[in-house]
T-cell receptor, first 110, second 116 residues
Framework: AQSVSQHNHHVILSEAASLELGCNYS??????LFWYVQYPGQHLQLLLK??????LVKGIKGFEAEFIKSKFSFNLRKPSVQWSDTAEYFC????????FGQGTTLQVKP | DTGVSQNPRHKITKRGQNVTFRCDPI?????LYWYRQTLGQGPEFLTY????????KSRLLSDRFSAERPKGSFSTLEIQRTEQGDSAMYLC??????????????FGQGTRLTVV
């Protein structure tokens, strides 16, 4: 069965701090990996995706993620967060269907 | 607007009533998903369609829930005999399945259901 786990439920950072959000998934076959973001009052939107090739993928707004197949992980990173990054972040593996982790609420203090 | 459209945006209903939500996906997308999201949680998978075929339905989904996509375009999600626990945001997403893999899923704004 397909499953996903996000390690951090609530993260509070100051502006300019570095961010890393953990995501581990389980699925026996080929998997595509996504990170979605939900800004306050807005709908879910794609942050970045991995299908194949270079395991380090870059997304919008300076976010990047690294796929480590041996660890079944797809961690999200940003070197320097901004107040506008305050949002909920969801890791979502696709292995036949798209499922979501429980999400991480990121609060960036100005 | 050529994105995913959901109607209504908000629905308040009395316990025991039936409700129906509609989702209009992006026109060329062959996959359509329904999710339910409650506060502080990630979207919970309910069901998905490829064209008009319902390929999977969550085992957690009560038989009070039914979804259709009759012509492979718009979809409806019906909840019969609503309960207070059904109160949630219901999300629809669509994507283009190509070569056995999903491309990006695009989400609608959701329908917020409140059962009183």
């Amino acid at each position: 069965a397909q499953s996903v786990s996000q390690h951090n439920h609530h993260v509070i950072l100051s502006e300019a701090a570095s961010l890393e959000l953990g995501c581990n998934y389980s699925y026996g076959g080929t998997v595509n990996l996504f990170w979605y973001v939900q800004y306050p009052g807005q709908h879910l939107q794609l942050l970045l995706k991995y299908f194949s090739g270079d395991p380090l993928v870059k997304g919008i707004k300076g976010f990047e993620a690294e796929f480590i197949k041996s660890k079944f992980s797809f961690n999200l990173r940003k070197p320097s967060v901004q107040w506008s990054d305050t949002a909920e972040y969801f890791c979502a593996p696709w292995g036949g269907k798209l499922i979501f982790g429980q999400g991480t609420t990121l609060q960036v203090k100005p | 607007d050529t994105g995913v459209s959901q109607n209504p945006r908000h629905k308040i209903t009395k316990r025991g009533q039936n409700v129906t939500f509609r989702c209009d996906p992006i026109s060329e997308h062959n996959r359509l998903y329904w999710y339910r999201q409650t506060l502080g949680q990630g979207p919970e998978f309910l069901t998905y369609f490829q064209n008009e075929a319902q390929l999977e339905k969550s085992r957690l989904l009560s038989d009070r829930f039914s979804a259709e996509r009759p012509k492979g375009s718009f979809s409806t999600l019906e909840i019969q005999r609503t309960e207070q626990g059904d109160s949630a945001m219901y999300l629809c997403a669509s994507s283009l399945e190509a070569g056995g893999a999903d491309t990006e899923a695009f989400f609608g704004q959701g329908t917020r259901l409140t059962v009183v």
